[in-house]
């Protein structure tokens, strides 16, 4: 094949493909509408979507979609023919501007939090003409957000646009008043690392967990686990490489710079990060990642694994939300500067953000929760559930400094003006400095590193976009009528700084004491996804959605049923599954292995009386007794439950979380127990040392 460079992004109809296809006046206007974010005209749109149509059948497209993202957190298409009949029982390949910016799905069976039972059952799609259209198994995507016909959204995409624009609008007056005047739109860029698991497909599909769960909901711990730590960015295995080979290509086809691709702790644990790029293409692309990791496995006899704790014992698998804002002038507003002016922005920035982690601790929490999440945050592989911020020692030691008005220790006597003075160099990142903390500064972005390996990296995204976008706008009111522009800039660097500090911890995140220690400065602890999803309903949140017009009041209590149903729903399935493999594969199996144990103990008994068999006796005694065991347990669960049917709501996510997930741990104790004494042949499932250290 030839080099990637002539065939990168050949699958999607970008910006060179529009510049090639569309007549000149066309290809202005819609760039023109895109970029001031306009609504886009038909005329335009008919023309787009012929030339969309004529570049999409000469690659081979047959059907076309309106590929969108409802809150069920991964993507929904619906595949209409391009084809339409002309008499004769002839047809002709048709695509109007209409279909294209709008389209009618049936949308009834979609969460929407109880939105369209009191309005219409219907939804439409709508193009989001900032992320490219492309080609996916011979059908055209076309990216699209997905509102109900009231107009309360029932997406992730839409909420996600309206917070980029909210940021962009507070950041471009906040720049005007650094003298900026030329910079018209603030982007936000993300990079998404993902993390994921390969394990052989005959051993996935040998479990019923994994295949209706995701993760594995028993397994006793393998001889040998990831102590040795010898698979971190080990050599990659033939199969393994060769899938991510064929992984990479069909990303740069779509367009997608997957760039590293490398081992992670676990065995069989892997990581691809991509270039950063726009939020919402970002996020289209990372679901585009997952998908084409779960589909590409399968062509390498694999199953991919996207739950967040997979193994118990063995790290989880996260994602890391790289995030920083751009203007469309090219600057890195996250970037230290050169000139004093510019450091003097660098640094309100950088106390918006602080002060807005700070202030919106919970909906950041919120935004990283799930049933599967929760076994991760908090355990030795993951931040905390703790939010707090990293920003390193060089850069606390100059905000200290401008707080108190002195300059940062050893460098001269006189004070650091803000505006006046060239910071100190601020070393950029060198990747490891601190890998514990949720949230943490790497020298010219935030990453923040809770969100779990499921994810669609909308939701941490629109809360990040939306409660920095707070911070700036208060601070534009502040700074906007002052008569000493640099004073009132240092003054309010400063004072943010010491109202919001509590909430930047530089330590190690994973020490027993910093909970203590955050608990003393008043920081959250939110430990469970239910929890967290109770501060939703806050009015202080409600109101920032609100004002900002990112979700009505009606939108933010949709959303929080839905998360917590969502909760609900996957412990009930977990529940299930367990209950189910106990009563119809693990019982039945040690049970017949049991009774052949028996069987031959009296067989030799008969042979000779006087044979001493008391080793297997004794472990037939403790196999029938841990059986014993787990059908009592295995009932008690069956009974919460049933019980669970009586609650609903947060009421009922809270149920399963405090009574039914403790139970499962209960059920899972003697499975594991079980299974270090039976035959490994009697064993109904592929063990974890068959499952992750045999590929
Ligand atoms: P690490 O593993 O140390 O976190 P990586 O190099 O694997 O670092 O990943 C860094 C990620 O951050 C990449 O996806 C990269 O594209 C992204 N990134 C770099 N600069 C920015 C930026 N300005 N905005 C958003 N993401 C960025
Ligand atoms: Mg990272």
Known sequence: MEDASSWFGCMVFNDEAMRLRLPKDVYRLLKKTVAEGKDLDINIANSVAHAMKTWALENGATHYTHWFQPMTGITAEKHEAFINPVGGGRVIMEFSGKELIKGEPDASSFPSGGIRATFEARGYTAWDPTSYAFIKDETLCIPTAFCSFSGEVLDKKTPLLRSMEVISEEAVKILHLFGKTDVRRVITTVGAEQEYFLIDKKDYERRKDLIYT??????ARSPKGQELEDHYFGALRTRVSAYMKDLDRELWKLGIYAKTSHNEVAPCQHELAPVFTTTNVAVDQN??????MKKIAERHGFACLLHEKPFAGFNGSGKHNNWSLKSDTGINLLEPGE????????????????????EYQDLLRISVSSAGNDHRLGGYEAPPAIISMFLGDELTEILEAVSR??????????QMKLGVHVLPPIPQDSTDRNRTSPFAFTGNKFEFRMLGSSFSVADPNTTLNTIVAASLRQFYEELRDADDFNTAVQNLVGRTWKEHRRIVFNGNNYAPEWIQEAEKRGLLNLKSSPDAYDTFLLQKNIDLFSSFHVFNSVEVHSRYEILHEEYSKTVHIEAVTLIDMVNRQILPSVGAWSGALAQGIAAKKAVLP????SGETGRLEKVTMLMNELDARCRRLDGLVTEASAYQGSDLSHFYQKNVLGQMQGVRQICDELELIVDQKAWPYPTYGEMLFYI
């Open 405 to 414: 008005g002195t300059t940062p220790t050893g460098r001269g006597k006189n």
């Open 610 to 613: 006087s044979l001493d068999c």
């Open 339 to 358: 000139s004093p002016q510019d450091n003097a922005q660098f640094l309100l920035f950088l106390v918006a953000v602080v002060k807005a982690v700070d």
């Open 214 to 219: 995701g993760r594995t909901l028993i397994g």
């Open 287 to 292: 679901q585009l990642t997952m998908e084409l």
